[in-house]
């Protein structure tokens, strides 16, 4: 037993040494494939949106979406909250953006997806006093109207041959290579 323990103890060790030193790929969900493996000298080509970290990705798009100016914003999101299970509205001017690439993100990731399993992945906490916090969905009509956005922009696309989920949303090839070049610019540490 005291070997194994110390030959579990040594091979954290190595695995740890050879993380600091840039020699093992990072296979985590969410890092970035940006930083490359000394010891194969290999270097990706293109980056897709699964290759980077969510948050720099939904920053990108957001950014990318205000820039184009495609997006109409409506007049009744200056007095709505996310959900029922938040006190306040959003703090952020542009959060409008940030939902669409959000959203724009979790469908190219799972496709066929529909408005109520988006809601319910957006979700959080409510709280109910002393009682314990509960998972509540947020509110489906922000989900809807940024889907409908972004099937305006071309984006995605109802999905008319799936079986089980009927006109679920899927991106479209437009959709996709758009995704994938403001992820690659992102990795790549371009201006979009």
Known sequence: MLRSLVGSEMCIRDRYQRRVHGEELNQKKGMAASYTVSITGFQKKSFTVKDIPAAEFIRAYAEYLKKSNKVKIPEWVEYIKLGTGKQLAPLDADWVYTRIAAVA???????????????????????????????????????????????????????????????????????????????????KGQKI
């Open 105 to 187: 993100r979790k469908v190219y990731l799972r496709q066929n997806v529909g408005v109520v399993a988006l809601s319910h992945f957006f979700g959080h906490k409510k709280k109910f006093g002393v009682r314990e916090k509960h998972h509540v969905p947020v509110a489906k009509k922000i989900i809807r109207w940024s889907l409908q956005q972004l099937e305006g922009l071309g984006v995605l696309s109802k999905d008319k041959k799936s079986e089980l989920k009927r006109l679920s949303r899927r991106v479209s090839s437009e959709g996709q290579r758009d995704m994938d070049r403001i992820a690659d610019q992102v990795a």
